[in-house]
């Protein structure tokens, strides 16, 4: 991925729904090239598809927690995950070094639909135990930012 990428990549980031004339005007390249440059991008996996943000606050699902998840034993990652996909309320996991086996990020509408997420997230056969930190509020959250 060279500089011009980069930027083509920066200004969808910005707003996915921009043309590829707008782009162009931007990075300096015809509607064309830029077209491309994205085909060529999202065929190499850089750019994964085109989405819309959803605030899920506006949704009702204003209620979050990260939750640290232990194993019993030793657990594959693709076991965690299919034990994990059926629970709606689970938006992300993550593998991750230090004593959890995974982080999971819950979303839930209210505080007491966070608790029986969090109980059927306990009673899945794989978990030994849980480390729940509920979220209060947002400090930062950005998307990733291909010029720096």
């Not at 939750?67 to 657990?75: K, L, P, S, T, Y």
Request: proline content about 5%; some cysteine; overall charge negative.
């Amino acid at each position: 991925m060279n500089t011009l990428d980069q930027r083509i990549v920066s200004c969808l980031v910005s707003n996915a729904r921009s043309s590829y004339a707008e782009i162009g005007k931007v990075v300096g390249l015809s509607a064309p090239a830029v077209k491309r440059r994205v085909d060529r991008l999202v065929d190499t996996g850089v750019l994964r598809g085109f989405t819309a943000v959803v605030d899920p606050e506006a949704l009702g699902w204003g209620t979050e927690a990260f939750v640290e998840v232990h194993c019993q034993g030793n657990v594959s990652p693709a076991r965690i995950r299919t034990h994990l996909e059926p629970l709606p309320e689970v938006v992300a996991a993550y593998t991750v070094s230090g004593a959890a086996d995974a982080i999971v990020h819950l979303r839930a509408a209210d505080i007491h639909h966070l608790e029986s997420a969090l109980e059927r997230l306990r009673g899945l056969e794989i978990i030994d135990r849980t480390v729940s930190t509920v979220v209060l509020s947002t400090l930062l959250e950005r998307p990733p930012n291909p010029e720096t």
